[in-house]
């Protein structure tokens, strides 16, 4: 396959075609190592620009990045302080405030364009606290 810029669908089929060919097969070094690697590039460069994948929103993110860490809801008492805001924070019952965001991103280094993100708070279901008047 000779390499050139992929433009159309029709183009990037045929590019993964021949990366799906030279998978098990491209050594690197070699002529056809180097094909498979700037195809990939091609490609990726293709489907970023085409196929745009949406952003988890920030709670989502959050259960990614602590699942693939091996960490559970305990490991953020250090961003959140208390069991109870990371339940809220979890349960989207309570908003990320800056000081959360931040921290979340230096710690887990979850990207700041997901954490501030608007998302969806969850209703009260109405068994908290009674009031007394």
């Known amino acids: 396959m000779s390499i050139k810029p992929i433009r159309t669908p029709e183009d990037h089929a045929a590019a993964l075609k021949e ?24 490609a990726d460069a293709y ?11 920030p709670i989502a993110a959050i259960r990614f990045r602590i699942d693939q860490e091996g960490l559970t809801n305990t490991d953020l008492l250090s961003i959140f302080k208390t069991r109870a805001r990371v339940s809220e924070i979890m349960g989207k019952r309570r908003r990320l405030n800056l000081p959360m965001i931040r921290k979340l991103h230096e710690e887990l280094d ?3 364009e997901c954490l501030v993100q608007d998302y969806k708070l969850k209703k009260p279901t ?5 009031r007394h008047r």
Do not use: M, N, Q, S
Request: aromatic residues 6%; proline residues 9%; charged residues 35%.
């Open 19 to 42: 990366i799906e060919r030279l998978w098990d097969r491209a050594e690197p070094g070699t002529r056809e190592g180097d094909t498979f690697e700037v195809l990939t590039a091609l």
């Open 47 to 57: 489907e970023r620009e085409h196929y745009k994948i949406p952003t988890p929103d």
């Open 110 to 112: 979850i990207p700041i």
């Open 126 to 130: 109405g068994g908290g606290r009674a």
